[in-house]
């Protein structure tokens, strides 16, 4: 694996139900460091029928302030051929292919990291959309649905094919987000592989990109998704390699008003933007002090109107950062 420089270009994760167009237009209008995105993926449309409704996350118009990459989740290569050419009708010149989603229900259909042992089918796969798609292709994918051997199986696969770039978490499918990131497996996979490699997992603070980054000098492309949840100025850490931030809190207030609004513009019901913002803290309350009697509360109230004075109250009144060493 042969580095493309010192410059590194960090990547905002695709998480589904968290970073959506709204969520990436007020997180890049807030804070710095992030050089594009993956969207959360779109499911490919059976029968090749592709409308612009279906892909409404990505429309150009709603993502103006960062770059986006499109991620399509499919094991039918009519079809996902079908949606990336659609997508580079859009404008968009790369889509990824996810070969990472953990979750059972999607595995047990032999999508995202449940296709992962079945490298015959990836590679016809493969074979079959890089001839009638118009793009370039990149791949996110883990180490194995079961085991971390599955990897080594794939990556001469993937060698023959004309990838963009391949963006590997270190753990298997059925650890989802549990346990360690395997490096040592990572590592492995370096010199095998010979398309450019994006690291994701667990970095969450400056220690940790500096720890990861250093034992993989040949890397320069890393993806964050929960620790840039957490700490929104994780990216510009990064970058800086300082983690002095003035009115960090309140920087971080502004962020959470200004999202609440935006939310509020594009959902229908109260129910709909409760559930939203209250599904943020699960990954932005881990920046704090414990602070179990006011989220007990903002996860109780019923009323939009509430719930931002009892967040703004805690934010002016009790938020208390943790600060990371």
């Keep these: 694996q042969?580095?493309?420089g010192n410059a590194i270009c960090l990547y905002m994760a695709p998480m589904k139900g968290f970073t959506d167009c709204v969520f990436r237009q007020v997180f890049a209008a807030h804070f710095s460091g992030f050089d594009l995105a993956i969207a959360p993926f779109i499911a490919s449309k059976r029968d090749c029928t592709v409308r612009r409704r279906h892909v409404r996350d990505v429309w150009p118009e709603n993502n103006t302030r960062l770059t986006v990459v499109p991620q399509i989740l499919s094991k039918v290569a009519s079809d996902f051929a079908a949606m990336a050419n659609?997508?580079?009708?859009?404008?968009?010149?790369t889509v990824n292919w996810n070969l990472g989603c953990p979750s059972p229900m999607v595995a047990s259909k032999k999508r995202g990291a449940g296709l992962l042992?079945?490298?015959?089918?990836?590679?016809?796969?493969?074979?079959?959309?890089?001839?009638?798609?118009?793009g370039k292709l990149s791949l996110k994918l883990r180490l194995g649905w079961e085991k971390r051997a599955e990897i080594f199986r794939l990556l001469p696969v993937l060698n023959r094919y004309p990838l963009k770039e391949v963006i590997i978490h270190p753990r298997t499918g059925r650890q989802a987000y549990e346990g360690c990131v395997d490096l040592d497996t990572f590592e492995a996979c370096l010199p095998i592989l010979d398309h450019p490699v994006v690291?994701?997992?667990?970095?969450?603070?400056?220690?940790?990109?500096?720890?990861?980054?250093?034992?993989?000098?040949?890397?320069?492309?890393?993806?964050?998704?929960?620790?840039?949840?957490?700490d929104p100025f994780l990216p510009q850490i990064i970058r800086t390699g300082q983690d002095r931030i003035e009115g960090r809190c309140q920087r971080l207030q502004q962020f959470h008003e200004a999202l609440y609004h935006a939310?509020?513009?594009?959902?229908k019901g109260p129910s709909h933007l409760l559930k939203k913002m209250k599904g943020l803290w699960r990954y932005l309350g881990l920046s704090f002090e414990p602070f179990d009697r006011t989220l007990k509360k903002m996860k109780k109230s019923t009323?939009?109107?509430?719930?931002?004075?009892l967040a703004n109250r805690f934010f002016e009144t009790e938020a208390t950062l943790i600060r990371k060493r």
């Design 2 to 4: 042969k580095s493309s």
């Design 86 to 93: 659609f997508l580079y009708d859009m404008g968009y010149e």
């Design 117 to 134: 042992p079945y490298t015959d089918t990836i590679d016809a796969f493969l074979e079959d959309v890089l001839a009638i798609m118009k």
């Design 199 to 230: 690291y994701n997992g667990d970095i969450c603070s400056l220690e940790d990109f500096q720890h990861i980054s250093g034992r993989f000098a040949g890397v320069s492309q890393w993806m964050i998704g929960r620790g840039g949840l957490a």
């Design 263 to 267: 939310y509020a513009e594009r959902l």
């Design 303 to 309: 009323r939009p109107e509430k719930y931002l004075v």
